[in-house]
């Protein structure tokens, strides 16, 4: 004990745990807080009428049929969510080598949009731009062999943006990690009077183990031919980030996203340090999923792990995040 005393008078009697030992005072020196207008939640959309479709490799989310993702964008206005992203399972029918449903004004991700946009006017929508929900090869582009040719996929990308943003998206998000997309699309869009809609760049997309959950709910993993290493990142790299957003600003993007988001926190305060624009990081299925089944299997508490997750992409420096927990998170944290 007289060695902690003397240890204790040497520092001036300083005792870090002091502010921890209170409720009140844990909340007054909090760095770092949660709302529900940090969430964008993703929703799965499918054909059909009051047809909801289990996931089953994420545990809680369901594809909903339009007259459901209505309702649940009713939901999440009502707590405070600010924002959907619309994600289709296309009929497999509808899929094709060159994914020319994506371009078609009334798909179903279309009708999504517009019909939650009449429902619910003050809930922004975002809308994924890439072809992987409507190629038969499972591609987020369209192929010559076994390569992905890059300026004839954005000239689609193009054509699907605008018929997104014409059905009532706010926010036109490119995932596809095609060269010269952002340009082509921001140019698009103001040429047709759309000036006002947001370009979410998904700048840094890396080539993840952890999509596999959402290839599942969208219907393209069980097609997807090869892998998408030569357009998504290379999980090993950093500086490709910094590259990657700095031509996507130069292009026209006004925000900008990564993902993975919960493995790659350290790109996320890279870019926030380097870059003076909304960062964005989306919580991907398999991250959402090892957490959820983790907690099924009685190894972590769900509502506590769902929570310091999403804080910690907050304290990495991100505006906001999209996550599959955004509608459970929202009640709990307006409790």
């Given amino acids: ?35 529900p207008h940090d969430f964008i939640w993703p929703l799965f959309v499918v054909e059909g009428q009051n047809e909801r479709q289990p996931v089953a490799s994420m545990p809680g989310v369901e594809r909903l ?26 009929d497999p029918s509808k899929r ?38 409507y190629t038969s090869h499972g591609h987020d582009g369209v192929m010559a062999g076994e390569e992905i040719l890059n300026d004839e996929t954005v000239a689609i990308l193009v054509q699907q943006a605008l018929v997104q943003a014409r059905s009532g998206a706010d926010v036109i998000a490119p995932s596809d990690m095609m060269d010269g997309r952002i340009a082509a699309i921001r140019q698009a869009l103001d040429d047709e009077g759309m000036e006002k809609t947001i370009v979410l760049s998904y700048a840094a997309k890396y080539a993840s183990a952890f999509y596999g959950p959402f290839r599942e709910a969208v219907g393209s993993g069980a097609r997807l031919k ?37 493995l790659y926190l350290d790109i996320c305060r890279m870019l926030k340090d380097r870059f003076d624009v909304p960062l964005f990081a989306y919580q991907i299925s398999g991250e959402y999923s090892m957490i959820s089944i983790a907690a099924q299997a009685g190894a972590l508490d769900r509502d506590a792990a769902m929570a310091e997750s999403l804080l910690a992409f907050k304290r990495a420096g991100c505006s906001g995040i999209l996550t599959y927990f955004a509608l459970d998170m929202a009640r709990k944290l307006n409790a």
């Fill in 1 to 35: 004990m007289a060695w902690q005393k003397h240890d204790m008078e040497f520092l001036g009697g300083r005792r870090l745990r002091r502010p921890r030992m209170a409720g009140w005072s844990r909340d007054l020196v909090r760095e770092t807080t949660l709302t």
């Fill in 226 to 262: 090869g892998s998408k290493l030569t357009y998504q990142m290379d999980p090993a790299n950093a500086e490709d980030a910094i590259r990657e957003v700095e031509q996507d600003l130069a292009e026209g993007a006004d925000w900008i996203m990564v993902k993975p988001g919960m």
């Fill in 65 to 90: 049929s339009i007259d459901l993702a209505v309702q649940a964008a009713k939901d999440a206005h009502a707590e405070g969510i600010p924002a959907l992203a619309l994600f289709p399972n296309t």
């Fill in 96 to 133: 094709t080598e060159d994914g020319h449903e994506a371009t078609n004004r009334d798909n179903l991700v279309c009708r999504a949009l517009s019909a939650i946009k009449d429902a619910v006017p003050e809930i922004g929508l975002v809308a994924d731009v890439a072809l992987d929900p």
